[in-house]
């Protein structure tokens, strides 16, 4: 049995690894296809295809050959700062992978065309107060900028960008800010909180308001009383636990049981169909002195398991009555005791649910 389990879990792990295999194989087709068509629409000047079908590519896999062919293709489109990104991943990542093929020819590269455009993007600088309110959004050429990068240069497209902030408690507000290429621009973000009811007109408004209900008969008040403490739960955690501990002691109890009839049977079967006692087993060839001890410790062990049980139970149900709350949370408990039966074992619980 242990040989066919396994058997059973090598060929389960082998059809795995083919499959595994066999996914990883389609979708590197598929990849490799998507970069012959994006070669094709690149040599036929279809620029905006070819970044298209290199951005699927890049959904199965990058490497940064991939990288260098669609910051090129950027670059065609006019989509610099997505140009610089690529170009510097690129180069980031030849330099770290030693095994890559063309390796140097690539990070050169890479590194020539991110140089190449660090001149022709600009960068601006967010200037967002510190006392902004939580939630405050900063939006800059369509783009939202985390948080993280406020204070920080970054790049953007250059020439003029709208910059858009929006947040709870906030006026949204729009600016434009032109940012020229090469160059680093600062861009103060003015925060314009919405503007609050004037205090005295509101309380004018209250003390109409007030003025006008005066008239009006208020209905009797009525006292409700309080609603009644819940009941403790604790007693019947205890009368779980000990559930579950007598419930084990049954079930080692019935290991114990199971242990002797295993006994018996391979004693009667070394006798030659004779019920024996464990010397004529011995006497057979057979010595049986280990399994009896077992038997009779696990015999030990569910009586001790279900005794504990039991009293834990006990004590649960003590504690419930002691406290002067007769029911539980969800049900009236009036006994709790482990039934054991043949091939089965329980918790038996009497009462109202």
């Given at each position: 049995m242990?040989?066919?389990?396994v ?5 389960a792990?082998?059809?795995l690894?083919a ?11 598929a990849?490799?296809e ?6 094709a ?6 620029h905006?295809r ?6 699927r590519?890049?959904?199965v ?9 669609i ?5 065609q ?29 690539i ?9 190449s ?9 967010l ?16 783009q ?11 790049p953007?497209?250059?020439g ?8 709870p408690?906030?006026?949204?507000t729009r600016?434009t800010?032109?940012?020229r ?8 973000v003015?925060?314009?909180?919405e ?8 309380s ?16 009797p008040?009525?006292d ?13 955690v205890v009368?779980?636990v000990g559930?579950a501990?007598?419930?084990t002691g049954a079930?080692v109890?019935?290991l ?7 006994i018996e ?16 087993c ?24 279900i ?16 406290s002067?709350?007769r029911?539980?949370?969800?049900a009236?408990?009036r006994?709790v005791?482990?039934?054991?039966g043949?091939?089965s ?9």
């Open positions: 242990k040989r066919s389990f058997m059973a879990t090598t060929l792990a082998t059809s690894f499959a595994h295999a066999s996914a990883q194989s389609a979708s590197e087709l990849r490799r998507l970069l012959t068509q994006a070669e629409a690149s040599a036929a000047n279809d905006v070819a970044v298209e079908l290199l951005e590519a890049g959904a896999q990058w490497t940064p050959s991939h990288r260098y062919f910051a090129r293709e950027y670059q489109v006019g989509r610099l700062v997505e140009a610089l990104s690529a170009s510097t991943s690129c180069e980031r990542e030849a330099q770290a992978d030693r095994t890559l093929r063309n390796r140097e020819a990070e050169r590269g890479c590194h020539e065309l991110a140089v455009l660090q001149a022709r993007v600009a960068r601006v600088v200037r967002v107060p510190a006392d902004h309110p939580a939630g405050t959004r900063v939006t800059i050429a369509g939202s900028v985390p948080e993280a990068l406020w204070g920080v240069s970054f953007v497209g250059a003029s960008v709208e910059v858009v902030v929006e947040g408690g906030l006026t949204t600016s800010v032109d940012a290429a090469g160059q680093v621009t600062d861009v103060p003015s925060i314009v909180r503007p609050v009811a004037n205090a005295t007109n509101t004018a408004a209250n003390t109409s308001a007030a003025n006008a209900n005066s008239n009006v008969v208020a209905p008040r009525v409700t009383p309080p609603p009644p403490s819940s009941p403790s739960v604790a007693p019947w009368v779980g559930g501990i007598a419930v079930i109890g019935g114990h049981f199971a242990a002797v009839g295993g049977a391979d004693c009667r079967a070394s006798s030659g169909g004779v019920m024996s006692t464990p010397l004529v011995r006497e057979s060839g057979q010595n049986f002195d280990g399994r009896i001890r077992d038997a009779e410790l696990l015999g030990t062990l569910g009586i001790v398991g005794s504990l049980g039991v009293a834990t139970v006990g004590a649960g149900v003590a504690w419930a009555a002691l002067g709350r029911e539980s949370p969800r009236a408990v006994s005791s482990p039934s054991i043949r091939g074992v329980g918790l038996s619980v009497g009462g109202q649910f």
